[in-house]
């Protein structure tokens, strides 16, 4: 039947229904490729009360064992996306997909973990923190926090180090844009990232410049251009750039890690390129949005169609999105996010006068798996090692949870996808599980289908019957000073030592 529903949400696990299969908490993967983003090899992998026990050829298992056959399939580690919004209060309105709905849909996708933007509510991050708990309580996938920091005092200085120490929180995002509501300066920007290094947090900016864009937004205005094509026109690459080498120069001034969101255009790429080239600890995310999509369609004379495309920073003009691809597939960006922040044509509507009262973001978190395959793998840029790669196991390190997450390994999380190769998906609203009632992807065609996917060691997708269960999900805190941070000190000292201080050269002779 139609897949656009939910079979059996909320059912106890373990009762059979809706064509999905029963499952005990044992089971075995048989016969497929198992892809690390070390290594692949065809293995059997087998779980047990949701931990990977086992990976190996022709393991030998009790009778009490689901099998579930992936002979002439891929056995990947479930998707992890860097970046979503559910759930979010956001231009007036309030995402459309809460905690329950977006991660159902991630799941129908094979992504089977998403790291969220707590929001603070009035500056106080801790406020934010129980905000976020409360909504994630129906969560049907593990799930992360990074933290956004939207003002600067004390209090707030003090806060981030309680959100690393007692909350599981290891990341800080700073806006450079949305003056007005979200956007920092550069000295609170500068004072966010002495503590992210002092607490070895990462440090991540959306980087546009938000005095620029407000004067782009009244220079287009002015031109009586009010259409979701004014978005575009009003935040040019430039100004992207622009906050995007400001941002890196600035923790290189402060020697500490940076974490560039959403990458839309060439010209912030090379700034990262550039920077990465030096030796600057720099991490790139692209977004699906960035790689598959272009601006033609913020033209549609539709403005439902339009709209949906309106996303800071802007989808930019063809040619971005084939540099994006070829970017992540040389490794000058190092994983692949979605800015999963969906809105219905409702809520996008309230700027159908005034493309800056659109709320900002598109769809995503249950496309990422699919696109990235059809548009990376299927083309010959990405192996499928490089595939497992970003779009989980580069996340699960930068974040600091491998090999927990990102990885089939021996006592890793059972968070598992089964995708065939050689099946095919169609995207479109009318089949998706996001609450949104328009895709950004409608209508698209690709190569490569997941056809299971297992969260906790549970069977949550198969046969195109999702089989969730609110509540299921885990809050994963993530610890500080990943990988990134190695060597850190080092630079530091060998910085200290070529200054030569504290020799006092002068004296005066009062
Ligand atoms: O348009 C977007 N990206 N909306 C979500 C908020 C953000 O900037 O990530
Ligand atoms: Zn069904
Ligand atoms: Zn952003
Ligand atoms: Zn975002």
């Not at 919004?85 to 231009?91: G, N």
């Not at 001034?253 to 010209?267: A, G």
């Not at 309230?350 to 059809?374: A, Q, S, T, Y």
């Amino acid at each position: 039947h139609s897949s656009h529903h939910f079979c059996d949400v909320g059912m106890v696990y373990g009762e059979t229904g809706c064509g999905a299969s029963s499952s005990s908490s044992k089971l075995l993967i048989k016969g497929g490729t198992v892809v690390n983003a070390h290594h692949q090899e065809v293995a059997d992998v087998y779980v047990e009360d949701g931990i990977i026990v086992d990976v190996k050829p022709n393991l030998k298992v009790d009778d009490d064992v689901n099998i579930i056959d992936a002979a002439g399939k891929f056995v990947v580690p479930g998707g992890i996306d860097p970046h979503t919004h559910l759930a979010m209060e956001f231009m007036g309105t309030e995402t459309i997909d809460d905690f329950f709905s977006g991660q159902a849909a991630a799941l129908a996708g094979g992504t089977t973990m998403h790291i969220d933007f707590v929001i603070p509510v009035n500056g106080s991050l801790v406020a934010g923190f129980e905000a976020y708990v409360n909504k994630a309580k129906n969560s049907c996938m593990d799930y992360g926090f990074h933290m956004a920091i939207t003002k600067w005092d004390e209090a707030v200085s003090r806060e981030m180090e309680v959100m690393v120490k007692e909350k599981g929180i290891n990341s800080f995002k700073f806006f450079l844009a949305y003056k007005g509501s979200l956007m920092i300066s550069d000295e609170l920007l500068l004072e966010g990232l002495k503590q992210c290094k002092s607490l070895g947090a990462i440090a991540m900016v959306h980087a546009e410049n938000g005095d620029a864009v407000f004067e782009g937004q009244k220079r287009i205005i002015e031109l009586g251009i009010t259409g979701p094509e004014g978005h575009a026109l009003s935040r040019p690459p430039a100004l992207e750039a622009e906050a995007t080498g400001r941002a890196i120069r600035l923790a290189g001034f402060v020697n500490t890690p940076l974490y560039v969101v959403h990458v839309m255009s060439i010209d912030a790429m090379e700034e990262i390129a550039k920077a990465r080239k030096s030796g600057q600890k720099v991490i790139g995310e692209a977004v699906v949005s960035g790689l598959v999509l272009n601006d033609s369609k913020l033209w549609d004379p539709d403005f439902v169609t339009a709209s949906k495309y309106v996303m800071s920073p802007p989808v930019r003009a063809s040619g971005h999105d084939k540099a994006l691809q070829a970017a992540l597939s040389t490794g000058v960006l190092q994983l692949v996010g979605t800015d999963h922040c969906a809105f219905n044509s409702t809520q996008k509507a309230l700027g159908i006068d005034d493309f800056r009262k659109i709320p900002n973001g598109v769809n995503g978190i249950e496309e990422r798996m699919h696109l990235v395959w059809d548009t990376l793998v299927e083309s010959g840029q990405l192996s499928i090692t490089d595939f497992v790669r970003v779009t989980s196991t580069e996340c699960a390190k930068i974040f600091n949870i491998y090999p927990r997450k990102g990885a089939i390994l021996a006592g890793s999380d059972a968070d598992i996808v089964i995708l065939n190769p050689n099946a095919s998906v169609t995207i479109s609203a009318n089949y998706h599980h996001s609450r949104t009632d328009t895709n950004v992807y409608e209508a698209r065609r690709g190569k490569g289908k997941v056809e299971v996917t297992i969260a906790g060691g549970r069977v949550v997708w198969e046969n195109d019957h999702l089989k969730v269960i609110p509540g299921s999900g885990k809050f994963i805190e993530m610890p500080p000073f990943s990988y990134l941070f190695s060597g850190i000190d080092k630079a530091d000292a060998s910085y200290l030592s070529s200054l030569k201080a504290p020799v006092k050269r002068f004296k005066s002779t009062a």
